[in-house]
């Protein structure tokens, strides 16, 4: 008996509906992204391992897919090596190379490689999948698509503001209401590192400082007083946990908490240039708040970091997220050359717009004529008409059997096709056809002229 097939924990099949609304949304995006001034690009889906690695923190090393080397991948290890079981010392010699993890590495790569050949600023989108070898639970997928939007080359805050704009834009044009926009600055949460006297723990602080939302505010202090972060230090961070008011409300908050910092009040004054833009520009849907707690622990960012999160009624986690980060392309030898982007979850925002039945019925068409087959001569009379319909953009398709009309019609009825187009001896020889409305059972003799017209 032949083996049940099965796929990978983490990966999905998307029927056609589910692809059709997936569409809905990528064409969407792209449609504002190149609004915005963005141009495509495209990245290989594996990497040179060392592209990769050390990019991410240890954390996101963890969860980077490698792919062995082809051939007899073993033969050229060291059986000393292979008996001390070292993982990391074993996959270097193994594998060197793997899946992207995300956009913003790669595209760092492609910029340094085709510097001569780009002007900056470069702003670019890129709308591609990414791999991460994380434990699937809902909304976290091994496998899903990101789509990002970055500028390379400008140091300029304005670019932040039109980021805050660009999420805002997308998200109207979903018809998704309530959207939070969470900002913060990594300078900032390096100014409060370094007043509570934890300036040499920044990295083991952001990254618990990230998982507020997952482990809660016992949870954070526990993980940091592990990494070494006194006891002393966390009661100064108190405060972080209960950060109140108004955007300006927190702003002064912080002047105050970070006066003794002079790279933490420069993250206040950016955030503060950010806002009061967008508080002057105003937002159709979204909302721009301040979250001193939100760290996002990628080791890149150097200014802001943006995160989105779904409305308040949707259990989901986030749905977009991004940052500034002032020489990611310095790991490839080019200095200085400051960048910021963002990226939005389609699969995240997918089960959003599907929780909330936010998808346009439109979304979900297909064929909307069938022209149903009684023959050879008959099929190869629809196939004329069925070639002008094509040519003014009209979805069809003609049955591809000769089989019994109870069949042919049953088949449009579960494809949910509006029109079916019959064409016997008769409509032949009065060079007609029979047009069948299938939602309200009306039929209507007509011309291939007034058949088009008609379903158009």
Known sequence: MAQKPSIAKGTRDFTPEEVSKRNYIISTIKMHFETFGFLPIETPSFENSDTLMGKYGDEGDR???????????????????????????????????????????????????????????????????????????????????????DVVGSKSLWQEVEFVQLYDAVFNSLKLEGITIKMNNRKILSGIAEVIGAKDKLIDFTVALDKLDKIGEDGVKKEMLEKGISEEALTKVQPLFSFTGSNTDKLNSLRSLLETSEEGMKGVEELSFIMEAIATLGLKTATLDLDVTLARGLNYYTGAIFEVSAPSEVKMGSIGGGGRYDDLTGIFGLKDVSGVGISFGLDRIYLVLEELNLFPEEVLESTKVLFLNFGETEALYCLKALKK???????????????????????????????VVLAGSKEIQEEKFTLKNMKTGEQFEVTTEELIEKVS
């Open 63 to 149: 969860l980077i897919f490698k792919i062995l080397n082809s051939g007899d991948f073993l033969s050229k290890v060291d059986n000393a090596l292979y008996e001390k079981k070292d993982a990391n010392a074993l996959t270097s010699k193994i594998s060197e190379k793997a899946l992207r993890y995300d956009l913003t590495v790669p595209f760092a790569r492609y910029v340094v490689m085709h510097q001569n050949e780009i002007d900056l600023p470069f702003k670019r989108y890129q709308v591609q999948p990414v791999w991460r070898a994380d434990r699937p639970q809902k909304g976290r997928f091994r496998e899903f698509y990101q789509c990002d939007a």
């Open 389 to 419: 319909l094509r040519e003014v953009d009209v979805k069809s398709e003609m049955y591809p059997d000769d089989a019994k009309m109870k069949k042919q019609m049953n088949f449009a009825n579960k494809r949910n096709i509006p029109f």
